[in-house]
Nanobody, 122 residues
Framework: QVQLMESGGGSVQAGGSLRLSCSPS????????MGWFRQAPGREREGVAT???????TYTESVKGRFTISKDVANNILYLEMSNLKPEDAGVYYC????????????????WGEGTLVTISS
């Protein structure tokens, strides 16, 4: 079973930027559907962005224009570049993926990392 390890979380002021990284233990997963999710205290986990095997990206409405999901297949890394951060972006961010499938890449994932915490001060 694949393991996912996130890094890059931290504390930043509102308006600032962070870049999150995720490395799956099996390199094949950077060639499949991958995504980022987040969970704020007291709220359900929500999908933030996905990237398909072919590189097509989707974003939840609240982060469009501010977040960018990308992947470095050669080095087996998934990224989430976050800019113009707002207090409501705070939470634990999770990397996720699923087994290769012909299905459209969406927020339906099978494997999850343990998360990295993002805190934002106003």
């Amino acid at each position: 079973q694949v393991q996912l390890m996130e890094s890059g979380g931290g504390s930043v002021q509102a308006g600032g930027s962070l870049r999150l990284s995720c490395s799956p233990s099996m390199s094949m997963y950077t060639r499949t559907c991958m995504g980022w999710f987040r969970q704020a205290p007291g709220r359900e986990r929500e999908g933030v962005a996905t990237i398909s095997a072919g590189g097509r990206t989707t974003y939840t409405e609240s982060v469009k224009g501010r977040f960018t999901i990308s992947k470095d297949v050669a080095n087996n890394i998934l990224y989430l570049e976050m800019s113009n951060l707002k207090p409501e972006d705070a939470g634990v961010y999770y990397c996720a993926t699923r087994r290769p499938s012909p299905r459209t890449c969406d927020f339906d994932m099978q494997y999850w990392g343990e998360g990295t915490l993002v805190t934002i001060s106003s």
